[in-house]
């Protein structure tokens, strides 16, 4: 990973989580973005009490030139006292009780392994072979630390778990020890243990893969909606939340901020030109239907017919107007070159930078993963249909089919100026506040979403949710 990164050596864990923060920054907004993004890497750590890597790598080193003989063992001793810092809480059941309600859920050997160790007595000793062994014995404390960089970097916005409870990525169960059904070692990791009080606490079992998702499942119970229910939110709102933590967005460029705009507000005037040009009308239209249900097919057309635009634009979301504008220059090129406003201002944009802001660029730059209808986490835009949620996996598949979040939080940022590599911190925000407000009346109520959306946009607007942090100032037009 290190040579893949283009560094010669080991790096101190300062410097990794600065790694896994960002870039080189090229400019003061990007380096007040990743110095913030990389505080919140290092307040995980600390919440979980990990041995530094540091630590790690140096009393390896030293145990090695110890069994070499060289003498070191003052020089290490402050080191190994660092690993018995932390100390399991007192348990509330007894071994007995444990036993008796929850057999089979309950495993702290691998936290045990880590208390009982002690270094400190093979440094004094000296003996060659202790010093040996002892080596291995920093092995589980090496994975808790590479598991919490995982945990740190993948961080779901709202995260309490992750900062309230100290033993939950030594809990992770990669093999299964800690659940009756075995089958689940090295899977898709689950949560395990939740409201269990004699369980040992909630924590993951399986392996690594998928996990943004499943941290964010396991975090989503701390984010508090606005309204008393949401039916739609167990397995939608993990999706939503990895969709604005997994991308990354130190490549975005100001020219692709305003071009999503751009699409955006293009789609949005073409609609409200339908209402009243009944010859743009079938070709707009014609466009919809590919991402829309029959009966909300019928509901744009009758709206359009009337010339009733306003309520057709307050039904749509960003995703659409994307792709509206986006299809009609394809489809219609000489159409579109008669019309002024977004569309005349997008044309030049384009021509001017015709590889940076090509749809394929723009939909890995602003789509989200899809690991359920397309096995992968690449980011890309679809447009498909929403698909209806009846609880379960159904649900993200609603949430997968949902591509308007990032393309408006975009849009937003352009509106107020703000340079793109504040999207890492804003998106994370928005995302949060726009969950806080979803209120879905049935299971198959995505339009909530949009008004979640659209709720969260205005008060970004009004200055009250997600501003720029202190010493982030607006990039120049």
């Given at each position: 990973?290190?040579?893949?990164?283009?560094k010669p050596s080991l790096l101190s864990q300062n410097e990794l989580i600065s790694m896994l923060a960002g870039p080189k920054p090229e400019s003061a907004e990007e380096d007040g973005v990743r110095q913030q993004l990389a505080a919140r890497m290092r307040s995980v750590m600390e919440a979980q009490r990990l041995v530094s890597l540091d630590t790690i790598l140096t009393l390896g080193s030293g145990l090695n030139e110890m069994a070499a003989g060289k003498?070191?063992?003052?020089?290490?001793?402050?080191?190994?006292?660092?690993?018995?810092?932390?100390?399991?809480?007192?348990?509330?059941?007894?071994?007995?009780?444990?036993?008796?309600?929850?057999?089979?859920?309950?495993?702290?050997?691998?936290?045990?392994?880590?208390?009982?160790?002690?270094?400190?007595?093979?440094?004094?000793?000296?003996?060659?072979?202790?010093?040996?062994?002892?080596?291995?014995?920093?092995?589980?404390?090496?994975?808790?630390?590479?598991?919490?960089?995982?945990?740190?970097?993948?961080?779901?916005?709202?995260?309490?778990?992750?900062?309230?409870?100290?033993?939950?990525?030594?809990?992770?169960?990669?093999?299964?020890?800690?659940?009756?059904?075995?089958?689940?070692?090295?899977?898709?990791?689950?949560?395990?243990?939740?409201?269990?009080?004699?369980?040992?606490?909630?924590?993951?079992?399986?392996?690594?893969?998928?996990?943004?998702?499943?941290?964010?499942?396991?975090?989503?119970?701390?984010?508090?909606?606005?309204?008393?229910?949401?039916?739609?939110?167990?397995?939608?709102?993990?999706?939503?939340?990895?969709?604005?933590?997994?991308?990354?967005?130190?490549?975005?460029?100001?020219?692709?901020?305003?071009?999503?705009?751009?699409?955006?507000?293009?789609?949005?005037?073409?609609?409200?030109?339908?209402?009243?040009?009944?010859?743009?009308?079938?070709?707009?239209?014609?466009?919809?239907?590919?991402?829309?249900?029959?009966?909300?097919?019928?509901?744009?057309?009758?709206?359009?017919?009337?010339?009733?635009?306003?309520?057709?634009?307050?039904?749509?979301?960003?995703?659409?107007?994307?792709?509206?504008?986006?299809?009609?220059?394809?489809?219609?090129?000489?159409?579109?070159?008669?019309?002024?406003?977004?569309?005349?201002?997008?044309?030049?944009?384009?021509?001017?930078?015709?590889?940076?802001?090509?749809?394929?660029?723009?939909?890995?730059?602003?789509?989200?993963?899809?690991?359920?209808?397309?096995?992968?986490?690449?980011?890309?835009?679809?447009?498909?249909?929403?698909?209806?949620?009846?609880?379960?996996?159904?649900?993200?598949?609603?949430?997968?089919?949902?591509?308007?979040?990032?393309?408006?939080?975009?849009?937003?940022?352009?509106?107020?100026?703000?340079?793109?590599?504040?999207?890492?911190?804003?998106?994370?925000?928005?995302?949060?506040?726009?969950?806080?407000?979803?209120?879905?009346?049935?299971?198959?109520?995505?339009?909530?979403?949009?008004?979640?959306?659209?709720?969260?946009?205005?008060?970004?607007?009004?200055?009250?949710?997600?501003?720029?942090?202190?010493?982030?100032?607006?990039?120049?037009?």
């Open positions: 990973l290190l040579r893949g990164a283009e003498k070191m063992a003052d020089a290490l001793m402050p080191l190994a006292e660092q690993l018995r810092e932390f100390e399991l809480p007192r348990p509330l059941f007894t071994s007995s009780e444990r036993l008796m309600w929850a057999a089979g859920m309950h495993s702290r050997r691998h936290a045990e392994e880590q208390i009982h160790t002690d270094l400190t007595k093979v440094l004094r000793s000296g003996s060659r072979k202790d010093l040996t062994e002892a080596r291995g014995k920093l092995a589980p404390f090496l994975r808790d630390t590479l598991v919490g960089l995982n945990y740190a970097y993948y961080e779901p916005p709202g995260a309490n778990v992750l900062h309230h409870n100290a033993l939950f990525v030594r809990s992770h169960d990669f093999s299964g020890d800690t659940t009756l059904d075995r089958e689940q070692s090295w899977r898709t990791p689950q949560i395990f243990g939740a409201g269990m009080s004699a369980g040992g606490g909630a924590h993951l079992v399986g392996s690594l893969a998928d996990l943004p998702y499943v941290l964010a499942s396991a975090e989503q119970d701390f984010l508090v909606p606005e309204n008393k229910q949401a039916l739609i939110w167990q397995e939608l709102v993990p999706t939503l939340m990895t969709d604005a933590v997994l991308p990354r967005w130190w490549g975005v460029t100001r020219n692709q901020l305003q071009a999503v705009t751009l699409y955006q507000q293009m789609g949005e005037e073409l609609l409200k030109a339908a209402a009243s040009d009944p010859k743009l009308r079938p070709q707009v239209t014609g466009i919809l239907v590919d991402g829309m249900i029959p009966r909300r097919e019928v509901e744009v057309e009758a709206a359009l017919e009337r010339g009733d635009s306003a309520t057709v634009l307050s039904q749509m979301m960003p995703s659409e107007m994307f792709y509206l504008a986006a299809e009609f220059r394809s489809r219609f090129p000489q159409e579109t070159a008669q019309l002024d406003g977004a569309a005349r201002e997008l044309d030049q944009l384009t021509r001017e930078h015709p590889q940076e802001l090509s749809m394929s660029t723009l939909s890995e730059r602003f789509g989200v993963p899809h690991p359920i209808l397309t096995q992968s986490y690449g980011q890309e835009l679809l447009n498909l249909k929403p698909l209806p949620a009846f609880m379960g996996y159904s649900s993200r598949l609603l949430a997968e089919t949902w591509d308007s979040n990032n393309l408006y939080w975009a849009r937003l940022a352009y509106e107020k100026n703000y340079p793109p590599a504040l999207l890492n911190t804003l998106i994370p925000q928005l995302t949060h506040r726009m969950v806080e407000k979803i209120f879905a009346t049935d299971f198959e109520d995505w339009p909530a979403l949009l008004r979640a959306l659209r709720e969260a946009g205005d008060e970004f607007r009004r200055g009250q949710v997600a501003q720029a942090p202190a010493g982030v100032t607006t990039a120049q037009q």
